[in-house]
């Protein structure tokens, strides 16, 4: 029985390694930068050695993909469903998506990955590329589908769909910028959630037919 609790404890053990290893990683890509980050300091900050680490990831990039795919990809999936099931307003959707969006990801850890995003795009265009092909234009395509829907509907008046797109999606990015700007050091200025509720009040009211 002790032989084959300890095989559990490291089959467990093992399989929750990536998990910390991307947990380690952002964390330190956020706070040293991505640049200034390297394997190692991932590997020590996990309590791994770096070879350890290189049986899962070989590169910094690997690590920043894993990152999104573990933290912002489940929610896009889960809001693919939302919308692919419901049956009511647009109205209603719109909103809850843009609500759900800063509770999953902009007031979590997730939307760390954003800030990177800002910070490091210019000199890792690549890592910028991934981030914008599997996130930022997979929910361009969602959000666009549920206006269309909502202007077939009549709720809507017939808009630019993808400059609804940016403009219904900024003040959330623009949150989370401040969350790791001046909201960081000058004191809670702007309340996140009055702040996406006038936002959001705004945006309905300037879409509605």
Not at 48 to 63: H, N
Not at 109 to 114: E, M, P, R, T
Not at 149 to 175: C, K, N, Q, W
Request: with cysteine; proline share 3%; hydrophobic share 50%.
């Amino acid at each position: 029985m002790e032989a084959e609790s300890r095989t559990l404890s490291h089959r467990r053990r093992k399989e929750a390694r990536p998990a910390e290893l991307i947990a380690a990683a952002l964390d330190l890509f956020v706070e040293r930068g991505f640049a200034a980050t390297r394997l190692d300091d991932v590997a020590a900050a996990a309590g791994v050695s770096k070879g350890t680490l290189y049986l899962y990831f070989d590169s910094k990039e690997a690590l920043f993909r894993a990152a999104i795919e573990q933290n912002i990809l489940p929610v896009i999936e889960q809001a693919e469903d939302v919308v692919a099931q419901h049956a009511g307003s647009a109205v209603d959707l719109l909103g809850g998506l843009v609500r759900g969006w800063w509770a999953s990801v902009g007031a979590t850890k997730a939307g760390d990955v954003l800030k990177l995003i800002v910070t490091e795009a210019r000199n890792f265009p690549d890592v910028a590329a991934y981030y914008n092909e599997s996130v930022v234009e997979r929910a361009k395509r969602l959000v666009i589908q549920v206006l269309e829907f909502g202007i077939r509907a009549g709720e809507f008046r017939p808009v630019d769909t993808v400059m609804a797109f940016h403009a219904i999606f900024s003040p959330a990015m623009m949150l989370i910028i401040w969350r790791h700007s001046l909201g960081a050091c000058c004191g809670e200025g702007l309340d996140p959630d009055r702040y996406l509720a006038f936002s959001l009040e705004l945006m309905l009211d300037g879409l509605k037919k």
